[in-house]
């Protein structure tokens, strides 16, 4: 029995609520707008539900990648054959947390939204967030930052499902924050199922004003009229990625309908049509150019998928 025919019917029985469909376009769930069909792809509504259905996936062979906004994502255009499961349409509780000048997030919330629940109850130390383009999941997951400001400053407990091992409640400290990683980097197979920010009492105005400042230096630095995965590549020790691609003459550089933005080096957009095969040979030129030129290896940051 292939995994999908079991994952049908499992969900049939045990969770008939759930919302699952066939062929889904990967495209329409990437911010590269790049993908072929996920043959499965699941919407949980609540973490219980989420942490089940994962438990059955992995036993029966369907691969679940969870994914938020897919702001950090390059899938194949074949598709993929695997459970996708999609945090961003049901797991976006977002309220006050129990504790004072805390924040509660499910990890399907956007960090726009999430940063501007925390201005409107008069919370500092999220404004960074607030043009980052992902949702609270894979922003933990990865230690999401912009601008000085990053989530090892402000997650002070995350829930996290490990397979085999059910949930369990990580602190700060054991999350073990560094540059675009944590533990859970380190253990892929773990889900982010929800948050807990601690931040400070401030004016709603001036974190407006901030919040407004920096999404003004965004637009203004990089090609956010073009899809795009946010930055290609991990910034190297003493080095700043763009810098180095510009420096090495690769602005413009385009391969298909891929290209290296011509407003910020760091970027990779889809000009139109860009393929799977566009992007990964555009970032290999990149990183073969660069390490000649410059003895520095490039790191992708976006999370290329396998089918």
């Known amino acids: 029995m292939s995994w999908e025919t079991s994952l049908d019917s499992w969900v049939r029985e045990h969770l008939p609520d759930l919302r699952v469909i066939c062929g889904e376009p990967m495209s329409r769930h990437t911010s590269f707008r790049i993908g072929g069909p996920a043959k499965r792809m699941a919407f949980p509504d609540r973490g219980e539900q989420a942490a089940r259905l994962l438990e059955f996936a992995r036993d029966c062979g369907a691969r679940p990648l969870v994914i ?11 598709g993929l054959d695997r459970l996708v499961i999609d945090t961003s349409a049901g797991l976006n509780r977002l309220e006050s947390g129990g504790e004072p000048d805390t924040v509660f997030a499910e990890s399907g919330v956007p960090l726009a939204r999430l940063a501007e629940f925390a201005c409107r ?39 996290v499902l490990f397979p085999g091992e059910g949930v369990r409640e990580l602190t700060g400290e054991e999350l073990d924050f560094g540059y675009r990683h944590s533990l859970l980097t380190d253990h892929p197979e773990a889900v982010v199922l929800s948050a807990l920010f601690r931040l400070r009492p401030g004016d709603p105005a001036a974190i407006r004003e901030a919040m407004r ?77 660069v390490f000649a030129e410059a003895g520095v290896r490039l790191e992708p940051e976006v999370k290329i998928i396998s089918a």
């Open 68 to 78: 938020g906004n897919g702001t950090n994502l390059l899938v194949p255009d074949e």
């Open 213 to 289: 400042d920096l999404m003004a230096r965004r637009k203004a630095s990089q090609p956010l009229d073009l899809p795009s995965a946010g930055s290609t590549f991990k910034r190297p020790a003493g080095y700043y990625a763009g810098t180095l691609i510009d420096q090495c003459g690769l602005k413009g550089l385009a391969v298909g309908g891929a290209q290296v933005s011509e407003k910020h080096a760091g970027f990779v957009v889809n000009r139109g049509g860009a393929t799977f095969a566009d992007v990964t040979e555009l970032i290999r030129q990149v990183q073969e150019r």
């Open 121 to 159: 109850q008069g919370l500092t130390g999220l404004e960074f967030a607030h043009g980052i383009p992902g949702t609270v999941g894979g922003a933990v997951c990865m230690n999401a930052g912009a601008y000085g400001g990053e989530m090892k400053q402000v997650v002070t407990r995350a829930s």
